[in-house]
C-alpha cells in the first residue's frame, strides 16, 4: 500500500506518471465550489484533457442523492471501465467519491488526492468508501482501494485553522494507539508544529501498516475505530442543528475523551495516563456543550455503530498510552456516564 501513497510539496508531481503509465480512456475530477477555487488551480496543471464534476462542500451532501447526480454525470460524460476519477477534496468528496467509483458499471479506477489534513492522515488512506444515510455517519458504503493517494502539505495553506484541528484529532489518535513515543514528544508541542509533512508521514504510515494487517476490518483494524463510538454518537447527534454541528475530528476528540475515561474505568489505563490525555486534548479543543438531558438520546446512537455484534456495543479501548484493544463490550449506561464525565471537565 505505501508504495501506492505520495507525501510531500512534489507529491502532485508523480500524477501525470500514473495517468500516462496506466493510459485511461478518460479522466475527470471531482471537486466541491470550495476545492474547485482553491485547490483545483494547483492540480490542474499536472492533468491531460479531463472533464470536471461539482458537488456542493458539507458532510450534509454526503448521500445518495448527491451520488445519483454524480452517477447521473458519468453516465453524460460516457465513463467507462477504463475511466479514472480523481476525488479532489476532503473527506466527504473522498469517501463519497471512491463509493460512486467502486459501484459505477461495477467498479471503475479512482485516485485519492485529500486537501484537508483529517483526509489526508485518515480518510484517504485504507480503501473505505462510503455515504451518510437518513443521518447516520457511513451508513452505506464498500472497501475499494484507490489507485494511488497524492498527500501535498501545500493544500494544507487554504484551510482554516478549524479544519487543521479537525484532522489533529485523527493524528492524536493514532498516537494514542500505536506511538507513545510521539505523543510524548508532541502534546507538548501541539498544533504549533512547523513539520506537517513529517506528521502526516508517520500517521499515514501508522494508518498503513494497520490496514495491510487486516485489510476489510475483520479485527486488528478496529483499533482505529478509538473515540469513534462515542464520537460518531455525538456528530450524529449534533448534525443539522445549525452552530452546534461539529467537524469529524471535533467530535473524536470528544469521544476519545469519553473512552480514554472508560479505559481508566476498567482499568485498562491509569490515572496518570488518563490525566495526560485529557490536558493533551483540553489544551487543543473547546468543550463542546452537552444538555443532561441529551445524553441519552446521544448514548442510543451509539447502538448503530458498524462494530457491534447484535446488541452488544463493541468499543475500541486504550489499554496504555501507543496501545489500544478492540472489541471491549460496553453498555448505554457506561456510554452515559463517559458522557456525564465530559460535561464535568
Not at 504510515?205 to 479485527?219: I, Y
Request: one cysteine or more; aromatic letters at 8%; a negative charge.
Amino acid at each position: 500500500m505505501t508504495e501506492t501513497i505520495h507525501i510531500g510539496n512534489q507529491a502532485l508531481q508523480e500524477l501525470p506518471v500514473l495517468l500516462q503509465n496506466r493510459a485511461f480512456s478518460k479522466v475527470v475530477v471531482l471537486v466541491d465550489e470550495n476545492t474547485l477555487l482553491h485547490c483545483y488551480p494547483q492540480l490542474k496543471q499536472y492533468l491531460p484533457e479531463h472533464d470536471l464534476i461539482q458537488i456542493p462542500s458539507g458532510e450534509e451532501n454526503k448521500t445518495l442523492a448527491t451520488c445519483e447526480h454524480i452517477w447521473q454525470r458519468m453516465t453524460e460524460l460516457h465513463l467507462d471501465r477504463w475511466s479514472v476519477l480523481i476525488n479532489l477534496g476532503g473527506g466527504v468528496i473522498g469517501d463519497m467519491g471512491g463509493f460512486c467509483a467502486a459501484v459505477f458499471k461495477r467498479g471503475l479506477f479512482f485516485v485519492q488526492v485529500p486537501t484537508t489534513l483529517l483526509a489526508q492522515v485518515d480518510a484517504s488512506v485504507g480503501g473505505k468508501t462510503g455515504i451518510d444515510f437518513h443521518g447516520l455517519k457511513n451508513h452505506l458504503g464498500v472497501y475499494k482501494e484507490p489507485q494511488a493517494v497524492f498527500i501535498s502539505p501545500e493544500f494544507l495553506k487554504t484551510l482554516p485553522q478549524e479544519q487543521i484541528k479537525s484532522g489533529y484529532a485523527e493524528i492524536i489518535k493514532h498516537w494514542l494507539i500505536a506511538d507513545a513515543t510521539a505523543f510524548q514528544e508532541q502534546r507538548h508541542i501541539g498544533l504549533f508544529t512547523e513539520d506537517w509533512e513529517e506528521i502526516i508521514r508517520q500517521s499515514v504510515e501508522t494508518k498503513a501498516k494497520v490496514v495491510e494487517a487486516d485489510p476489510l476490518e475483520g479485527g486488528y483494524r478496529k483499533v482505529l475505530n478509538f473515540g469513534h463510538t462515542v464520537g460518531h454518537a455525538v456528530e450524529t447527534f449534533l448534525m443539522g442543528k445549525g452552530d452546534r454541528e461539529l467537524l469529524h475530528g471535533e467530535a473524536i476528540a470528544v469521544g476519545m475523551l469519553c473512552e480514554a475515561w472508560l479505559s481508566r474505568k476498567k482499568d485498562l489505563l491509569t490515572e496518570q495516563e488518563l490525566d495526560q490525555v485529557e490536558t493533551f486534548l483540553v489544551s487543543v479543543y473547546e468543550k463542546v456543550e452537552l444538555a443532561g438531558a441529551e445524553i441519552a438520546d446521544i448514548a442510543q446512537l451509539a447502538l448503530q455503530d458498524k462494530k457491534n455484534t447484535r446488541s452488544t456495543i463493541n468499543c475500541t479501548l486504550l489499554s496504555g498510552i501507543g496501545k489500544a484493544v478492540y472489541d471491549q463490550p460496553i453498555t448505554l449506561q457506561e456510554i452515559e456516564e463517559s458522557l456525564r464525565y465530559y460535561q464535568l471537565l
